[in-house]
């Protein structure tokens, strides 16, 4: 699996070694291992966070919001000073893979540390040896934050002992090398359930409902299991990949942060770790989310629902919700749309989104807002039918719950 | 807007093969028309297209409640003359009902209303109308002294009643004077130039969208099938010979967007 991938990317490299007259690598990095590690750092997604939009690739300083305040990522630049040039390889592996840096002291989980404990020292070392050839900033950057008693780093020494578990990827022997090359990306580099998986009282991911789907940023990320109602249980495996490749399918568009996931780094990855994503996730079974009766058609809301949606929404997501695949997203049978709280779709209406563009599907349609000209009742409505129309099932949405994110999150 | 894009598209444009001799014309005159500006810098948009969240430019709603530019006696004179323009009757409301007097007078209190945005300096000449308004006065100050110059007809002439106290058919007999400008009012107001703007704007008020304040629950949308503000109708076009059946919505919706408890 991965040795074809390599052979791949090392065709492509010497191709461009001998077009541009790249720079000859040294000995001990090995231009294979950096091709590599570019691709795994795109896997791993480490630019979205240690990269300022606009900025200098890798330098840092990237405020990120966690529930327990404002966490700065760092420069991992090769600049000796202020970046991570000085460090050894080991105390590089060490910070993947047992959240602690150079000096000992313990990194914040808002670095996935989590996550990336289960890459392999290999694969790390590629990271670590393509990080080496970046362009070197000075850029010092203040980490720290964090309101008291989460200020003190040494907290997360029992932060860590209570939700923390090292340990590289272990394959499930029963299952095949691509699910078990899925399973690696997904839980490991992807960091996909820093997103997707629910969190404890302590910011933790819950192993036992792991990508249950969970909100972040007043966006949802959904569920990723086989659910029928609310997952991906009505994506086949090739929708998944077209999904990841190029941000779209027969059944939506990615918006918010899951596109910025596909812009940088799932669309980079290769077919076939694409299909073994698919492959992992379409194996999640869990236990159905519990079934839920439809809104009947003629409460007062979905009146007013359908109404709305006829009048604003029905011109691009069709009358039947079934959309225009790759422009407009279909609502019915949308199991995001029918999560048990609507954040994004309240989010989509308000404040309206653009779908994500790739190489793949340069389009990026949008969806306009709507703050203008719906009222939280109405928006409430409309969501509520579309959440109870089609076949969909979910609780109605409250003006309420709409208020919440009018100003927030926009 | 007028920059080197739009240039650069007429040219790019006028070397399609199937151009044809008239309309390569067209955009030659129209590459040099914007040559002067080609040096505003272009703008070029790669990969995704720029977006921002909530980048609608809407219309500001109507405030509802009160008058923004008549006075008490200029808008019961302004009601009852639009109510006179578009009677109410057994097809629907009028023009008072809808509201075509609150539209008139919220424009006259915007940028319509003292013709902000045209050039409306001396010199001002006898001329033909299509050389445009020759006054300094724009509509609103129009309306302050054509109403008044009503009222002033009407007390001299119906023993000292406002137009807003006579009865239909005399105030159709006053309206009629001045579309054909056979009574003369004071201040120099022209009867028939004065008549047609009533008339035009109170069409505008019948027809425009709720959002400005006429056209009350779209009754004049009702009243000639216009379907408002929809835009898709994908769905009906292949429908010959069949009614559209769906109700006018305005820019901010209709009254069923509301749940009814």
């Known amino acids: ?384 039918y579309v959440r109870n129309t089609w076949g969909n099932a979910a609780a109605p949405v409250s003006a309420g719950d709409v208020g919440k994110y009018r100003t927030a999150g926009k | 807007m007028a920059d080197k894009t739009a240039g650069g598209q007429a040219v790019a444009a006028s070397s399609s093969l199937q151009q044809t001799r008239r309309s390569l014309l067209a955009t030659t005159t129209l590459a040099l028309l914007f040559a002067p500006f080609a040096n505003v810098e272009a703008r070029t948009f790669g990969g995704v297209l720029p977006w921002i969240p909530e980048s609608a430019d809407p219309p500001t709603p109507f405030q509802p409640g009160g008058w923004h530019y008549f006075d008490a006696r200029e808008a019961s004179t302004m009601e009852a003359i639009v109510e006179r323009l578009i009677p109410g009757d057994d097809l629907g409301p009028g023009g008072r009902d809808v509201g075509c007097a609150v539209f008139i007078d919220r424009q006259l209190a915007g940028p319509y209303g003292d013709s902000r945005r045209l050039y409306m300096r001396p010199p001002f000449a006898k001329a033909a109308a299509t050389l445009g308004p020759q006054s300094q006065d724009g509509p609103a100050a129009q309306y302050r002294r054509g109403l008044a110059a009503i009222n002033a007809y009407c007390r001299t002439t119906f023993a000292n009643k406002e137009f807003s106290d006579l009865s239909p058919a005399e105030q159709d007999t006053v309206l009629t004077g001045l579309e054909k400008g056979t009574i003369a009012l004071s201040d120099g107001v022209a009867g028939p130039q004065f008549f047609k703007l009533m008339l035009q704007n109170t069409k505008e008020g019948f027809l425009a969208d709720p959002i400005y304040g006429g056209n009350r629950d779209m009754a004049g949308w009702v009243l000639i099938g216009f379907p408002g503000a929809r835009y898709d109708y994908r769905d009906h076009i292949e429908k010959h010979n069949v009614a559209y059946p769906l109700p006018p919505v305005g820019i901010m919706g209709r009254s069923s967007w509301n749940q009814k408890s």
């Open chain 1, 1 to 384: 699996m991965r040795r074809s991938l390599v052979t791949n990317t090392l065709s492509i490299a010497i191709l461009a070694l001998s077009t541009c007259g790249y720079a000859v690598a040294d000995d001990k990095q090995s231009f294979e291992q950096i091709e590599r590690g570019r691709y795994l750092a795109a896997a791993g997604d480490c630019a979205a966070c240690h990269t300022v939009p606009g900025g200098a690739p890798f330098a840092g300083g990237l405020p990120l919001v966690t529930p327990f305040g404002t966490i700065v990522s760092t420069n991992i630049t090769p600049d000796p000073k202020t970046g991570i040039g000085a460090w050894s390889d080991d105390a590089f592996v060490d910070a993947l893979h047992k959240g602690v840096r150079a000096d000992g002291s313990q990194l914040y989980p808002a670095m996935p540390y989590p996550s990336y404990t289960k890459v392999t020292r290999d694969d790390a070392l590629a990271i670590r040896a393509y990080l080496q050839t970046v362009t070197p900033v000075d850029h010092d950057v203040v980490a720290d934050q964090l309101p008291f008693p989460l200020s003190i780093r040494k907290d997360m020494a029992v932060w860590n002992m209570l939700n923390f578990t090292e340990g590289f990827f272990q394959p499930t022997t029963s299952k095949s090398a691509e699910w078990n090359r899925g399973a690696y990306l997904v839980q490991g580099l992807g960091h996909c359930g820093t997103c997707h998986t629910p969190k404890s009282a302590l910011g933790a991911e819950k192993a036992d409902v792991a990508l249950k789907g969970s909100e972040i940023e007043s966006w949802l990320a959904p569920d990723l299991t086989d659910d029928k109602r609310t997952g991906l249980g009505n994506w086949t495996s090739d929708d998944i990949e077209s999904y990841l490749k190029t941000g779209s399918n027969q059944h939506g568009i990615a918006s918010g942060p899951m596109s910025e996931v596909i812009r940088f780094s799932t669309s980079a990855m290769s077919d076939p770790d694409l299909k073994a994503i698919a492959v992992y996730l379409k194996d999640l079974k869990t236990a159905p989310s519990p079934a839920v009766t439809a809104q009947a058609a003629s409460t007062a809301q979905m009146t007013a629902g359908a109404a709305i949606y006829k009048d604003s929404c029905a011109a691009c997501h069709r009358d039947d919700g079934h959309g225009v695949p790759h422009l407009f997203p279909r609502l019915a049978g949308n199991g995001a749309l029918q999560a048990s709280e609507a954040v994004s779709a309240v989010h989509i209406v308000l404040h309206g989104s653009q779908g994500v563009g790739t190489k793949a599907a340069p389009t990026a349609p949008a969806m306009p807002a709507f703050d203008w000209v719906l009222n939280d009742a109405q928006v409430a409505a409309v969501l509520t």
